[in-house]
């Protein structure tokens, strides 16, 4: 296997963690908890950035306590994908725990600024939304991923 030079979820050959980004999942959300405990436990990521929350107050609070620093600390996604795409150190993947409705329009956007998208479950509410999805991840070269969210479970992973 070769490293392409960009996120192809085989870290282990760039000998570090993959840096990630979240939307949703900040203080008062349940599943944005269980992605974050999966990625950890993976030890294949390093969550650099979110987009926690659309309240301020609560987005910035919820990455302190995520220890993310507070210039990555987002309380609007595109202003993220904007500036996570121009960074040197920006993010490789952004998992997206919001909710079902608001994924196409979130991962469309990090999908044109060059960012893998890491979806929940349902990819989109409806199916032309994941078609234009598929084509967008076809067109970029990125990474369109989902997830099933009792994969972090110790007994899942056990198995």
Same mark, same amino acid.
């Given at each position: ?63 302190? $306590?995520?220890?993310? !620093?507070? &210039? =990555? ?7 993220? @994908?904007?500036?996570?795409?121009? /960074? ?46 598929? $084509?967008?991840?076809? !067109?970029? &070269? =990125? ?7 009792? @994969?972090?479970?110790?007994?899942? /992973?056990?198995?």
């Amino acid at each position: 296997m070769v490293f392409t030079g960009k996120c192809d979820l085989r870290s282990p050959l760039l000998g570090r963690r993959l840096r990630l980004g979240f939307i949703g999942g900040g203080k008062g959300g349940l599943v944005g908890r269980w992605h974050f405990a999966g990625a950890r436990l993976s030890n294949h990521w390093e969550i650099v950035a979110g987009a926690l929350s659309s309240d301020p107050e609560n987005a910035h609070a919820s990455a302190a $306590e995520w220890m993310i !620093a507070p &210039d =990555r600390s987002y309380s609007d996604w595109n202003a993220m @994908a904007t500036a996570e795409a121009a /960074r040197d150190d920006g993010i490789e993947a952004v998992s997206i725990v919001t909710p079902n409705w608001t994924h196409h329009r979130i991962a469309t956007a990090f999908l044109k600024a060059g960012i893998d998208a890491i979806l929940d479950k349902p990819m989109t509410t409806t199916v032309s939304d994941a078609r234009e999805l598929v $084509e967008l991840q076809r !067109a970029t &070269d =990125r990474l369109v991923i989902m997830t099933y969210p009792y @994969a972090h479970h110790a007994m899942v /992973r056990q198995a």
